[in-house]
């Protein structure tokens, strides 16, 4: 029975457009032009994903559970490349670029092929799912992701939760014992409660764009995040990966003047489904 | 020089089971204190999560892997000693071999340890292995960790069996001259050999055919292990020449294995009369042979890196050796780049300590390389907002030299039960050695063996 299934997952893994009628694949897009790196979606991952507040030394020492980061680069002012000069000023963190990142959810995910036990692998809505309890901890689906949005739990962390706070955790989902590897699931639970409200109102197969919020869009001041179905012409996720010229299944975007759309690290085929759209600067002001 | 008298071997090498000099029991000590470090360090870790070790995030793997790596390589030597060594027929393996063949058991023993304290869970470790179950969920098969086990499972079956195979005649001998419980271990294990000539037959034809066998293993084995690396799409482990660059690397680091453990046998066991000068001397240009190998396809992978031009291979290639890790980069050229050229020189190759030196500081180059091959991609991986440089913690460290302290007091134990110099080949080599010059008598040999075999096949 179990070599019937290989067979039959062996053959569907062959077939090129096997998820082609599927009416979902969840995307987003996120306007860095908008991101003011406050860290508020940070703040709500943690409360909607249960994740770990691992405290400031192991923070210190890369262990920290955020799914969801904001990542700070400076661009070198012309002429003067040292980056000390930035560093001497009262306001070293003065004009960062801010990218959040998490999981690109890619659909040639570098990490799913790697994982000896197939902890990891595709769902048909495109999402790039973990499944805790199969994982055996070979961390080399996190080694192998070029985007490193891949956490491990190295230690037992939920054993740290101070007594009333237990009662503040999510329990739509699991909290993950030590030895097991998690990431972003663009909120999965949330997919699956909307998915089954669909359902019940008689539309199995639509999900209203904008009933559904991963906690980190929701969390948003500045509405910078987007997320909805990318098989739904309607959608504004579609929308704007339409008229910033990004396609799913490039690796290099044809890109005119006036479009700021580009997916991180696509030139290594990873096909992933957040878009990011460019900054834009004045540097003159 | 007088050749060793026929009638010594069996006694020479039988006393090797009986009384060894004291520096075996030093070491004997020591390896097992290890040991008992690393069996602490390891229950330290399993209670509180891999995070003691001081792993991080982008270090997700370290000083496990490259050991894994480290071991796995030096398992090569073992087979290519006795396996290439006898089909092509070189008849100065034959006193070095068996330890040898016993030296690639062992270190496969020992990474495999590795793959397994590397979990995070390593309670359902089995989970990897294809096996029919109520889940009904296959490993994936497209991982090259489930080939790795895959691999590891078939070599170490393949290397005991070889091991045992060309010591059966042996420990017949070894059962004929016991008592105790010795004699009812050697009986059983010896199968009822007998010496006859069907036997012999037999025995050669077996042994030949896994020598065969085990060649393409072992290459493919190493390239596997390779994989592990360049089947990923990390810059610096995505490296097409890798898998020969890895078997290479092993072959060294083996046979700088081998020569350790020459001298120290040598030592201990007082086996100077077999493991000569000569030996030593082939030993050391088949090794000076291979580092040349090595250096080429070291010095092309950086090449080919260097002019392929992409932006994060060549940024990792510069890290290593102006970045954080370039000690153990630069220490690793020197010792495994530089040093093989001492074996260059005879008045060297003929110096047993000098060697001994030698093959110690060409084992930590090739470990310094495993190191490398690990640890500097990551730290500068893809995404510059994860660069961090770690190194490895205690526990980590604990656990390395009680792999060491593992691995020689498996192979002392070995030595100290089974014959660690293989008696009726160096018979062989004595008698090919005496009766070179004559031709004829050899042809009236192979008459009378002829004759034998006849009367035998009549009597079965």
């Known amino acids: 029975m179990a070599l019937k299934r290989m067979l039959e997952n062996w053959s569907r893994l062959r077939q090129q457009d096997y ?50 980061r904001i990542e700070r680069y400076w661009t070198e002012p012309e002429g003067t490349p040292e980056i000390e000069q930035e560093e001497a000023s009262d306001f070293p963190e003065r004009g960062a670029h801010y990218l959040p990142m998490m999981c690109q959810q890619c659909n040639h995910a570098p990490c799913e092929p790697v994982c000896p036990v197939a902890a990891t692998y595709h769902s048909p809505d495109g999402l790039n799912t973990q499944v805790y309890n199969r994982c055996v901890g070979s961390r080399y689906c996190a080694n192998n992701c070029p985007y490193k949005v891949r956490y491990f739990n190295f230690f037992e962390f939920w054993k740290d939760l101070p007594h009333p706070l237990e009662m503040q955790l999510n329990p739509d989902l699991s909290v993950r014992d030590k030895g097991v590897m998690e990431k972003c699931t663009f909120c999965v639970q949330r997919i699956r409660a909307a998915k089954d409200a669909a359902e019940d109102a008689g539309h199995p197969e639509h999900v209203e764009d904008g009933t559904l919020m991963t906690a980190c869009q929701q969390g948003c001041p500045t509405q910078a995040i987007v997320f909805g179905n990318l098989k739904d012409p309607e959608s504004k996720v579609k929308k704007s990966w339409a008229s910033h010229q990004v396609e799913l299944d490039r690796y290099e975007q044809d890109k005119s003047e006036d479009v700021r759309g580009y997916r991180v690290l696509e030139e290594l085929n990873t096909e992933s489904c957040v878009m990011y759209l460019d900054r834009v600067r004045d540097t003159e002001a | 020089m007088k050749d060793i008298e026929w009638a010594r071997i069996n006694k020479d090498v039988l006393a090797s089971l009986e009384s060894p000099r004291a520096a075996f029991w030093i070491v004997l000590a020591v390896c097992i204190a290890l040991v008992l470090c690393g069996v602490a360090a390891e229950v330290y870790q399993y209670k509180h999560g891999l995070g003691v070790a001081l792993m991080d995030k982008p ?12 071991w796995i390589g030096m398992s090569h030597s073992g087979t290519l000693l006795s396996a290439i060594l006898l089909l092509t027929k070189a008849d100065w393996r034959k006193p070095i071999y068996r330890f040898a063949e016993a030296m690639t058991l062992f270190s ?50 393949s290397s005991i069996l070889f091991l045992y195979v060309g010591m059966i005649p042996d420990l017949a001998i070894c059962r004929d001259n016991a008592k105790g419980w010795r004699k009812k271990l050697y009986t059983a294990l010896s199968v009822g050999w007998m010496g006859r000539a069907t036997e012999w037959m037999a025995f050669r034809k077996t042994y030949v055919l896994i020598a065969c066998f085990l060649v393409p293993l072992a290459v493919s084995v190493h390239s596997i292990v390779a994989s592990d690396f360049a089947m990923s799409i990390m810059p610096d482990w995505h490296i097409t020449s890798f898998p020969p660059y890895f078997v290479a690397g092993a072959l060294y680091s083996g046979c700088a294995a081998i020569i350790t453990l020459f001298v120290m046998l040598r030592y201990i066991f007082k086996f100077e009369a077999y ?22 396809l070291n ?22 050796f102006i970045g954080p890790y370039a000690p153990v980069v630069w220490g690793m050229l020197l010792c495994a780049m530089v040093a093989p050229f001492a074996m260059a020189f005879e008045k060297f190759r003929h110096n047993m300590w000098a060697m001994f030196w030698l093959s110690l500081v060409l084992q930590l180059g090739m470990w310094l390389e495993r190191f490398q091959i690990v640890s500097p991609p990551l730290a500068s991986n893809h995404e510059p907002w994860t660069w961090a440089v770690v190194w490895p913690g205690t526990v980590q460290l604990t656990l390395t030299a009680a792999s060491f302290g593992w691995f020689t007091m498996l192979f002392l134990i070995f030595c100290k039960i089974f014959p660690s110099v293989s008696m009726y080949e160096v018979k062989e080599m004595v008698f090919h050695r005496r009766h070179a010059s004559s031709r004829d008598e050899m042809e009236d040999i192979g008459k009378i063996k002829d004759e034998v075999m006849r009367s035998e096949g009549g009597l079965a």
Not at chain 2, 125 to 134: D, G, R, T
């Open chain 2, 108 to 157: 496969i023993l020992t990474a495999a340890i590795f793959p397994v304290i590397h979990l995070g869970r390593v309670w359902y470790m089995y989970w990897v292995l294809p096996y029919p179950n109520q889940h009904t969920i296959w490993p994936n098969f497209r991982s090259p960790l489930l080939w790795d086990a895959a691999a590891i499972t078939t070599y170490a079956l």
């Open chain 2, 59 to 70: 270090h997700y793997w370290q000083l496990y892997i490259s050991n894994f790596v480290f």
């Open chain 2, 299 to 320: 010095l092309g992978e950086y090449a080919s890196i260097w002019y392929s031009n992409d932006m994060f291979e060549k940024e990792v290639l510069i890290q290593k």
């Open chain 1, 19 to 68: 998820y082609a009628e599927e009416p979902y694949m969840w995307g987003m897009a996120i306007d860095l032009n908008k991101c003011i790196g406050c860290g508020a979606c940070v703040t709500a991952c943690y409360a909607e994903n249960n994740l770990p507040v691992v405290g400031k030394e192991r923070c210190g020492s890369g262990h920290s559970m955020h799914w969801m």
């Open chain 2, 275 to 296: 493991m000569t000068t000569e030996i030593m001397d082939k030993t050391a240009k088949l090794t000076f042979a291979i580092a040349m190998v090595w250096n080429f």
